[in-house]
């Protein structure tokens, strides 16, 4: 993938499965973005227009203490 390159159509499409894919397996905003060469906004774009539910900041989930 070109650095800054417009990703647009079918190409958007395909990348924002790969990146929903990417993240729901665990990766984070961050990693992915580094891998992709991508900045942070523009990854959380992307997933969001993917409808994918992002996790809370530090990635874990927190439960209630009893």
């Known amino acids: ?3 800054g390159k417009r ?3 079918t190409a ?3 990348l ?7 993240y ?3 990766a984070s905003i961050r990693a992915i973005a580094r891998d992709t060469s ?3 906004g523009f990854v959380h774009r992307i997933l969001t227009e ?6 809370g900041r530090g990635g874990a989930t927190r ?3 009893d």
């Open 1 to 3: 993938m070109d650095k």
């Open 7 to 9: 990703i647009t159509g």
């Open 12 to 14: 958007r499409a395909k």
């Open 16 to 22: 924002a499965v790969e990146l929903k894919t990417d």
């Open 24 to 26: 729901e397996g665990g």
């Open 38 to 40: 991508r900045s942070y």
């Open 50 to 55: 993917a409808g994918v539910t992002l996790r």
């Open 63 to 65: 439960t209630p203490k």
